[in-house]
């Protein structure tokens, strides 16, 4: 099957400072998702992105598609704590089921 | 969007019994699906509820072991059969809609002594 690796796994800031996220996928991918799980909760959605080189903000949140379609990431400006959790990218697979990746956890601390 | 409610929200069974989750949906979806999460660890897909037929399990899940209902386009269960320590972990249900965003029930952890 489709492989999704994320990098880092797990990375601690201070609030305040800069924070990404990247996915990078064997092939070429039709399209890239992202969510958002807090400790104890349950993923979130947070973008869709479909187009080569897309690039798409949302508040300090800003994700990127790359060229050639075949790796993401997501960069967070100014962390804050409520930025705290784990950031999964998804990658559609046969009969569009989502392969998710293996996560970045992100701690943030005052 | 798509609200999902998910009962129970916790259980601690003994090993040999069996579970049944259940998953409710505000609106009506085609597609649902169950993962599983083990603490820290990325979600794994268990298989597509299909409403009206069976469900379509990915490799290393059988039926036997986690069947599925899907009576209507709202509702599906899963029940964990027969578990074992190694079922401990948090079950969740999803929906996708029609725009291909995922939406998430808040989970089922279960705790196999």
């Known amino acids: 099957g489709q492989q999704v690796m994320q990098i880092p796994q797990y990375q601690h800031v201070q609030e305040g400072e800069d924070f990404t996220t990247y996915c990078n996928s064997s092939t070429t991918l039709s399209n890239i998702q992202w969510y958002k799980q807090r400790p104890g909760g349950h993923p979130v959605f947070l973008i869709q992105l479909v187009k080569s080189g897309e690039v798409k903000k949302q508040k300090r949140l800003t994700f990127q598609f790359g060229e050639a379609k075949k790796n993401s990431s997501l960069h967070i400006t100014a962390t804050q704590t409520t930025d705290v959790g784990t950031y999964f990218c998804?990658?559609?697979?046969?009969?569009?089921?989502?392969?998710f990746g293996t996560g970045t956890r992100l701690q943030v601390t005052l | 969007s798509a609200v999902i409610s998910q009962k129970p929200s916790r259980d601690i069974c003994q090993r040999g019994t069996s579970l049944t989750i259940q998953c409710q949906v505000d609106s009506q979806v085609t597609m649902m699906f169950w993962y599983r999460q083990q603490p820290g660890q990325s979600l794994t897909l268990i298989a597509t509820a299909n409403q009206g037929s069976e469900a379509t399990y990915e490799s290393g899940f059988v039926i036997d072991k986690f069947p599925i209902s899907r009576p209507n386009l709202t509702f599906s269960t899963l029940t964990v059969s027969n578990m074992s320590p190694e079922d401990s972990s948090i079950y969740l249900c999803?929906?996708?809609?029609?725009?291909?965003?995922?939406?998430f029930g808040p989970g089922t952890r279960l705790t196999v002594t």
């Open positions: 998804a990658i559609p697979g046969t009969a569009s089921k989502l392969t």
């Open positions: 999803s929906v996708r809609t029609v725009s291909y965003e995922q939406y």
